[in-house]
């Protein structure tokens, strides 16, 4: 409503012109102005007067008033330069009075068109400044058809500005502007800027702003939603929100989403979604008609994805269930696909199908119906059970795996021994397991073999068995005879001391039955094994006054060797080398051919394990090692030998790199042996005395 002050202000100098007409004392002097309207200068002390409407009566007025004075104009135009100090100068009617010189206003002027320069250092209300603005405020200005409200702000041409020390240059266009502290340089336009001390720059356009502290530099078509410290630095069609929320240049298209983190959170490529949200992140994929969550998937904060419905999760880290109601507990890192499936205090393990059960760690399983509770399983099928480890289910039914390290498949399988190969057909009755590492089938019709094919992929030579045990071959089924024997170690942790570079070191240590479940496969026919040994020598001596051309060495304890086994001597100066034993003296001395040299009074004497002939004839020989250096980069040789002959063909060399990672060595050849000879294993250190642990070993001999 207006007040009836107001409504004077605006007609009183009509009806002042009225008045002075009526009264107006002809007899005297004219007024100056006569016949236009005056300007009036209200006094703070209730006076009116009056001027006329010129220049010369316009400074008048402003020289005459002062502080919290008001000067009034009609509607006109006046052209000269004016300093407005202390008095507020208004128009009658918005924009119908027009200051078209140089206006310095350092107080208040309302109600006027400003078309000339203008500089602002007070307050300006229902102030025109070239073709239709308007500006409202303290030191404010605005470009051409631009709106300004607030203190200390500038709006862009056909822009709107408002709130406190908001910087938007006048030059620019088509920008709105909203609160405090914000700023729009050269050349940006069409922008909404909206909070504190918000910055747009580098001619940045078409773009949002809304929070504090945001930045678009350089960019078309990007927004920051809100938040804090957001920015988009060239990159278009962009979006930021949250604390924090860097998009790199050239990244157009990312959108970049952070929580409440006081920590940049940048995009690492274009059109990228990324959302840091340490509280974990729900997507929301359809609901209910009451509008309630049925799907979704969630991130949780250990980088665990569920979807899907009905999960009970506790207690897990880094797994994914996919589906519906499945149940994870305590489970780590493993995934779970399907319906109505469980992972209990189990660890790598992955489930897909239905209604599986899973209490261990790095297993498979999918189908339907498995229960697994051993370790390192690989489970597909129906209603099967599998509590042994390592072991893997193709297509079960029905079966139930106790046993380790098994490889199964077929229907109603019982393996409750390791190491077991089984597999059934559809004959609905129990398969059961023999023995310890058997390879076992089931197959009622009967077996085929194809061992050649035609060019279109035909079988052309098949070998059968029927079901009633008869095979048939186009070939020859040939018998050999077995002589087979081996010896090997297992899990061993004692070195094989090497004590002199670049001489052969019988392997003896724990070569052998040191497993004490599995025993070493033998014919005895045609081998037989003995276990290595290894003494301290105390002495050499002269024996040849007894036996011409041998010396005798003395142990510091009992030893067990006996004439004719092949030994090796290291760690003395004259006596390097393999020996077999000549002779034995007594329970602590024996003697060897080689022509005394000198009493060392030190030194190794080992026995190494060995494997006997029986039956001469030509065998295939092989060995294979496996273990770790004292020392990397050793330079190790290993070699069969035949008695002290060591055999060329047979060997293998390398340098072991690391003193941490297991390394391997393997060598296979024929060799000819006659009942009585001994084969074994030698190592030489090229490298240095550098001990040596063989973790793993094995020498097998079968007939060539």
């Known amino acids: 409503m207006t007040k009836a002050s107001d409504t004077w202000k605006l007609i009183e100098p009509y009806v002042a012109k009225f008045i002075d007409k009526l009264f107006f004392d002809k007899g005297g002097a004219a007024e100056p102005g006569d016949d236009n309207y005056f300007i009036y200068l209200y006094t703070n002390g209730a006076e009116i007067l009056k001027y006329s409407f010129t220049e010369a009566g316009f400074n008048g007025a402003l020289t005459a008033a002062n502080a919290n004075d008001l000067i009034l104009l009609p509607p006109g135009t006046l052209a000269s330069n004016h300093n407005i100090n202390v008095a507020e100068v208004r128009g009658v009617g918005i924009g119908k009075t027009i200051l078209s010189g140089t206006i310095t206003n350092n107080s208040t002027i309302s109600n006027l068109t400003l078309s000339g320069t203008v500089t602002n250092n007070g307050y300006l209300y229902g102030v025109t400044n070239g073709t239709i603005n308007f500006i409202f405020g303290d030191r404010t200005s605005a470009g051409s058809r631009g709106v300004v409200f607030g203190q200390e702000n500038s709006a862009a041409s056909y822009g709107i500005t408002t709130g406190i020390d908001n910087d938007i240059l006048t030059t620019n266009g088509y920008t709105a502007c909203f609160g405090q502290g914000n700023a729009e340089a ?133 797994s994914i269930a996919i589906g519906e109601d499945h149940v994870l507990t305590a489970a ?132 059968t068995i029927a079901a009633s045990g008869n095979i048939t071959t186009p070939g020859t089924i040939t018998a050999t005879a077995s002589g087979y024997g081996e010896m090997y170690m297992y899990d061993n942790v004692t070195a094989c001391v090497i004590d002199t570079t670049n001489v052969y070191h019988a392997v003896y240590n724990t070569f052998g039955n040191n497993d004490g479940t599995l025993a070493p496969t033998r014919d005895t026919n045609y081998w037989t094994y003995k276990a290595g040994v290894g003494y301290t020598i105390t002495a050499f001596a002269d024996y040849s006054g007894t036996v011409a051309g041998t010396t005798q060495v003395t142990t510091s304890a009992t030893h067990a060797l006996l004439a004719g086994e092949p030994i090796t001597i290291t760690g003395t100066t004259n006596y390097n080398a393999a020996f077999l034993v000549t002779g034995v003296i007594d329970a602590t001395n024996f003697y060897i051919t080689k022509v005394f040299a000198g009493d060392d009074a030190t030194g190794s004497v080992r026995r190494p394990a060995t494997m006997k002939a029986l039956v001469a004839g030509v065998y295939k020989a092989t060995f294979d090692v ?12 290993f070699e069969l030998n035949k008695d002290v002959t060591p055999l060329d063909n047979i060997v293998a060399r390398g340098i072991w790199t690391s003193a941490t990672k297991y390394q391997s060595m393997a060598s296979s050849g024929f060799v000819s042996v006659t009942a009585g000879q001994y084969i074994w294993l030698s190592v030489k250190n090229y490298s240095g005395t550098g001990n040596l642990t063989i973790s793993s070993g094995n020498v097998v001999l079968n007939t060539a």
């Not at 480890?389 to 229907?411: F, H, M, P, Q, R």
Request: a negative charge.
């Open 186 to 318: 050269t050349g940006s336009s069409y922008n909404l800027i909206n909070g504190l001390s918000n910055t747009i720059s580098n001619a940045a356009s078409y773009g949002i702003i809304n929070g504090s502290a945001q930045t678009l530099n350089g960019t078309s078509y990007s927004s920051i939603l809100s938040g804090n410290e957001c920015s988009i630095t060239g990159s278009d069609y962009a979006v930021a929100a949250g604390r924090r929320a860097i998009i790199a240049n050239t990244h157009s298209g990312a959108f970049v989403f952070a929580d409440s983190n006081d920590f940049d959170f940048t995009s690492i490529v274009a059109n990228e979604f990324a959302v840091r949200a340490i509280g974990g992140a729900r997507f929301v994929v359809s609901i209910s008609g009451a509008g309630a969550v049925v799907n979704y998937v969630y991130l949780d904060t250990t980088g665990g994805i569920t979807g899907g419905h009905g999960h009970t999760i506790t207690s897990t880290t880094s």
């Open 332 to 463: 780590a890192r493993s995934a779970i696909f399907g319906q109505l499936n469980t992972i209990t205090s189990a660890e790598t393990c992955l489930i897909a199908g239905y209604n599986h059960t899973i209490n261990t760690v790095s297993s498979f399983v999918t189908n339907e119906y498995n229960v697994v509770s051993g370790g390192y399983n690989n489970v597909m099928g129906y209603d099967n059970i599998v509590s042994g480890w390592n072991c893997t289910l193709l297509s079960g039914w029905e079966s139930n795996i106790s046993g380790d390290k098994v490889l199964a498949g077929g229907i109603r399988i019982i393996a409750t021994h390791d190491g077991v190969t089984m597999f059934s057909d559809s004959t609905d009755s129990d398969f059961d397991s023999a023995v310890n590492n058997e390879f076992a089938c089931r197959f009622t019709g009967g077996y085929r073999f194809v061992t050649a094919v035609d060019g279109s992929g035909d079988p052309t030579v098949s070998t």
């Open 626 to 637: 496996s273990g770790t250096p004292a020392n990397p980069n050793d330079n190790l040789k």
